[in-house]
């Protein structure tokens, strides 16, 4: 399975926006990125998905790179609630079936 | 719109017992998987069914087992339960194999 790199952990403050990067430099044509985030003591939460191009959806903006080698996750207001750990996951090819987790970014939101 | 539920919430087992944990997937949704998750770590993919046929497998043991009912729910069932199994085991669903997956809010195994 392809891997992705992130942060261990980033700060934001409420109400700032927040660029949450990933590395996927092993990235195959056919793998979409995915993010999920996982608030504490509840199971993982879709947050967005694309192939190429950049995407925007009520949660969050997914900006790709070019080459596909990194994306940003940006969420553009942080909310306490947006406190998490956030996952960035490559779905795709013969394993389209499944999730492939990392350890994530925790992302702490100060008041 | 529900979304995926499970049960039971929260449950304790004595080593060398057995638990079936149980999943309602998204209406609609096809396919079930499950995943376990151990304090501190990522959820680990665990099976996956898809049309009530098992369509993936991690890296787990056979004391692990499961199946996907006419009706799309799920049952995990884990035998000789050991005091490592202790984790949060995670249903999902998605519409197909190859579609966006949605989580529940997981059942929490303690083995003592």
């Known amino acids: 399975d392809a891997k992705t790199t992130q942060p261990n952990s980033m700060e934001s403050n409420e109400e700032e926006p927040v660029h949450l990067p990933c590395n996927h430099s092993?990235?195959?044509?056919?793998?979409?990125i995915h993010w999920y985030r996982q608030l504490p003591s509840q199971g993982p939460e879709y947050v967005i998905h694309?192939?190429?191009s950049n995407v925007n959806n009520r949660m969050a903006s997914l900006a790709i790179a070019e080459d596909r080698k990194s994306s940003t996750l940006i969420l553009h207001r942080a909310t306490l609630r947006d406190a998490a750990v956030y996952y960035c996951?490559?779905?795709?090819?013969?394993?389209?079936?499944?999730?492939?987790f990392g350890k994530g970014t925790l992302l702490t939101v100060n008041p | 719109d529900a979304g995926v539920t499970q049960s039971p919430t929260h449950l304790i087992k004595t080593r060398g017992q057995q638990v079936t944990l149980r999943c309602s997937p998204i209406?609609?949704?096809?396919?079930v998987s499950w995943y376990q998750q151990v304090l501190g770590q990522g959820p680990q993919f665990i099976f996956q069914?898809?049309?009530?046929?098992?369509?993936g497998r991690g890296n787990f043991p056979d004391r692990f087992s499961a199946r996907q009912f006419p009706n799309y729910s799920s049952e995990l069932n884990v035998n000789a339960l050991l005091l490592g199994d202790s984790a949060l085991y995670l249903c999902?669903?998605?519409?197909?194999?190859?579609?966006?997956?949605?989580f529940g809010e997981g059942s929490w195994l303690t083995v003592v």
């Open positions: 999902a669903s998605s519409f197909n194999s190859g579609n966006t997956i949605y």
């Open positions: 092993t990235i195959s044509g056919t793998d979409y």
């Open positions: 694309g192939l190429t």
């Open positions: 996951i490559l779905k795709g090819g013969g394993s389209n079936y499944k999730l492939t």
């Open positions: 209406s609609g949704h096809k396919s």
């Open positions: 069914y898809y049309e009530k046929e098992e369509r």
